[in-house]
């Protein structure tokens, strides 16, 4: 059965830097786009960011870009994301997601808290 | 990439139908039929409930059906059941290579 595991949450200080980590398993990595969205407390989805199968098509929501770097290794089947320079407004649970078709999620992880606090 | 407007809240009885409206423009909702939705219950991961308009990915009820006309797309979900109660959030691809979601909307059943 298709599984999406991520880590690397926790709490860390306005500017400050973290790298999220997603492990697949269930299904052929390398022939899925894959994607990062997040969801602030209380509050609704919001895609972060996609990589295409190869890693050769990278796309951010204006919100991440400059500070966030999605990447994938697909001999790991792992999916990361760096994020930088972090603001309390990125304080979040980060949804590690399959992409069907680059345009729907049809496999969510559980979701790894990221707090951005001082 | 302002998000897609929804309605906050719905609310019905168990057996009526609701629908939930999805608006956006033609940047994203009015100029593909990327189109997804999904229902979320509280402190869990979100559930893909229908995608690219109209498509039912399998194990889900056919209660729930979706369409889209012009900028607008909607969710329907008829013989409401309390297990229905969760938070729904449409999405679209967009012009620009991203995907934006709506605000999310709460249904209550009543």
């Known amino acids: 059965q298709v599984q999406l595991v991520e880590s690397g949450g926790g709490l860390v200080k306005p500017g400050g830097s973290l790298r999220l980590s997603c492990v697949a398993s269930g299904f052929t990595f390398s022939d899925h786009y894959m994607s990062w969205i997040r969801q602030a407390p209380g509050k609704g989805l919001e895609w972060v960011s996609h990589i295409s199968t190869s890693g050769s098509a990278i796309y951010y929501a204006d919100s991440v870009k400059g500070r966030f770097t999605i990447s994938r290794d697909n001999a790991k089947n792992s999916l990361y994301l760096q994020m930088n320079s972090l603001r309390a407004e990125d304080t979040a649970v980060y949804y590690c997601a399959r992409d069907g078709r680059g345009s729907y999620y049809d496999y969510w992880g559980q979701g790894t808290l990221v707090t951005v606090s001082s | 990439q302002s998000a897609l407007t929804q309605p906050a809240s719905v609310s019905g009885p168990p057996g009526q139908s609701i629908t939930i409206s999805c608006t956006g423009t033609?940047?994203?909702?009015?100029?593909?039929?990327?189109v997804s939705w999904y229902q979320q219950h509280p402190g869990k991961a979100p559930k893909l409930m229908i995608y690219?308009?109209?498509n039912r990915p399998s194990g889900v009820s056919n209660r729930f059906s979706g369409s889209k006309s012009g900028n607008t797309a909607s969710l329907t979900i008829s013989g409401l059941r309390a297990e229905d109660e969760a938070d729904y959030y449409c999405?679209?691809?967009?012009?620009?290579?991203?995907?934006?979601f709506g605000g999310g909307t709460k249904l209550t059943v009543l």
């Open positions: 690219e308009v109209t």
């Open positions: 999405s679209s691809y967009t012009s620009s290579n991203t995907v934006v």
């Open positions: 033609t940047s994203d909702v009015g100029g593909y039929n990327y």
